[in-house]
């Protein structure tokens, strides 16, 4: 009996689990192919960091031992049948892919040999664990959640108790950006004869992508990423904490880690990058909070987000509770076609990278979306294609979920809704826009503050149904009749010009 092992584009890992169940002298195919790339606009960069990473597995790999077939082609299919008849494989062993479409298409081909399906060992929590934790609780919340983890693995843990005393030290965090900060620098590499050859070959594709693709200077080994860790744990884990929701112009990174490509292709497993946090609490060297706040991310928010993806119905990416149809502004394609200076800065920056932090996504991209009302299929496809780290299991749960509160309160508890004031005390970008971010009406009033009022006022009868938002309708109570009906009109008049 031959088995042979399909290594997806992102299960870069020796020890992921169907490599695991084999010993390493078996055939292994990786395929690159060009089909996903047709169906949606891709960041280039993402393109040239995946086929990089999965070029330079598959050198580790043959290393190793195994015996490696790597095909490039336009289309999957070809190249796996070809593979199996050539090996005359029995048995096709895949780890379980994290997006769900995927594991779907691959069950719907017609494969001559038995196909085996390993679980994933690329998260921590599987899929049955996650079942077994959410079926029981009326509502998921993420601090539960985060808990339960930290207990599960001992993360951060004396006995039954959270080190330091406290669960959470999110009050320390979240300063807004004060002038002159010094921000570390960030660890860029040159890019070697495998990457430039895939830069040559992503330039030469004769479809519509997005982005710059030059310079590229993202990790695309393991022991490149390995580097990004370190560097993150000397240079940028301290400052973490407080200035995690921070946002200043020019400043791309700040002080985050940037390892959400490499956690999301497999270079680098949550657990391995969780314990060497944990090493530096435990050497005493950095304080409680950016650790905590940290491994919240890891531990808490990528695992929850994948376990929700995995548990809800399968219709989660068409759901759209308030009903949103408006198409996507055309200058999320093209950052030089807006004035509104945050946006710009931001979709810039995007344009450049492929990356943005989680609150530039959230408070920038994704709530401008939500408030003017567009469609969160058109805004989850647009981020799809904009970042360097995106995937369905990711996107689904970020962007309809949280961003636009397309699934109404499954994973976020109220829509994160804001107006320029948010935007105005986190950030500098106010501070060069052409627009006033103390104005909701008239000559230069800001486009997020007439159409976070709009929003409030359309969706009102919703918004007070989830019962966490009475505060802030209070003061849509409380407003001038003649000012909302201004903004309203501000609002109706920006979608004419801008929603062609
Ligand atoms: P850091 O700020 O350094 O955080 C550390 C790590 O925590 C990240 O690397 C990531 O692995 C994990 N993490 C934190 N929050 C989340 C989260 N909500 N979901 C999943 N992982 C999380 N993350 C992606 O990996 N791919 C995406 O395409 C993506 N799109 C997003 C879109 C929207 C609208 C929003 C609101 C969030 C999105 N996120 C996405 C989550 C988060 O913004 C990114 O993981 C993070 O900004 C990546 O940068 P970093 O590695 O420097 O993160
Ligand atoms: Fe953005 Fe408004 Fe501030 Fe300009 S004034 S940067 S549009 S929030």
Redesign the pocket.
């Known amino acids: 009996m031959t088995i042979g092992v399909w290594v997806l584009g992102d299960q870069l890992w020796s020890q992921q689990s169907a490599l695991a169940s084999c010993q390493n002298s078996t055939p292994v195919i990786l395929i690159e192919s060009t089909e996903p790339a047709k169906q949606r606009r891709y960041h280039r960069q993402k393109l040239v960091l995946v086929w990089s990473a999965m070029r330079h597995f598959a050198e580790t790999l043959r290393g190793e031992g195994w015996d490696v077939t790597y095909a490039i082609a336009d289309n999957w299919e070809i190249s796996l049948e070809t593979w199996l008849n050539k090996y005359q494989i029995d048995e096709l062993r895949i780890m379980l892919p994290n997006d769900r479409t995927f594991k779907t298409w691959i069950e719907s081909l017609s494969l001559q040999c038995k196909l085996s399906w390993l679980a994933n060992n690329h998260f921590l929590w599987s899929q049955t664990d996650f079942s077994q934790w959410a079926n029981s609780r009326k509502q998921l919340l993420l601090e539960d959640f985060y808990r339960a983890g930290r207990k599960r693995f001992q993360v951060l843990m004396d006995g039954d108790k959270p080190v330091g005393g406290k669960w959470n030290f999110d009050k320390e965090n979240r300063h807004p950006p004060r002038a002159k900060l010094i921000t570390p620098e960030v660890l860029r590499f040159v890019p070697d004869s495998i990457t430039l050859a895939v830069i040559e070959k992503v330039k030469a594709l004769d479809f519509p992508l997005y982005g710059e693709i030059e310079p590229f200077s993202w990790a695309v080994t393991r022991s490149q990423v390995l580097e990004v860790l370190e560097h993150f744990v000397m240079n940028s884990l301290a400052s973490f904490g407080p200035y ?1 929701d921070a946002m200043l112009t020019g400043e791309e ?1 700040l002080w ?5 490509p490499y ?2 292709l497999g270079l680098i497993s949550p657990l391995e990058v969780i314990r060497r946090i944990e090493k530096a609490y435990l050497e005493a060297t950095l304080p409680n909070n950016s650790i905590e706040g ?1 491994v919240r ?2 531990l808490g ?2 695992e929850y ?1 994948q376990g929700v993806y995995q548990w809800v119905p399968e219709n989660y990416p068409l759901l759209n509770w308030f009903n949103h149809t408006a198409q996507l502004p055309e200058f999320y394609w093209d950052s030089n076609q807006t004035e509104m200076n945050c946006l710009h800065q931001v979709l810039t920056q995007v344009e450049k990278t492929g990356y943005g ?2 609150i530039q ?2 408070m920038i ?2 709530n401008f979306a939500l408030i003017v009302g567009v469609s969160p299929q058109a805004i989850e496809f647009w ?1 799809h294609s904009a ?1 360097i ?2 995937y369905d299991w ?2 689904q749960t ?2 309809l979920g ?2 636009q509160f397309a699934d109404g309160g499954i994973l976020a508890s109220k829509p994160y809704a804001a107006s320029a004031n948010y935007i105005h005390r986190m950030s500098d970008y106010c501070d060069r826009c052409v627009y006033n971010y103390r104005k909701r009406t008239g000559d230069r009033a800001c486009p997020f503050n007439f159409f976070y009022w709009d929003f409030l006022d359309r969706h009102l009868e919703q918004l007070k149904s989830l019962g966490r938002l009475n505060l802030v309708l209070a003061h849509l109570y409380k407003l001038d009749p003649q000012e909302l009906a201004a903004m309203k009109s501000l609002a109706e008049n920006w979608r004419s010009q801008f929603l062609l």
């Open positions: 995690q990174t985050h880690s940037l390892l959400s956690l999301n940290f991310q890891v928010w990528r987000m932090h989680h996504r959230l991209l994704s981020f970042f780290d995106a990711v996107m970020n962007v949280m961003g």
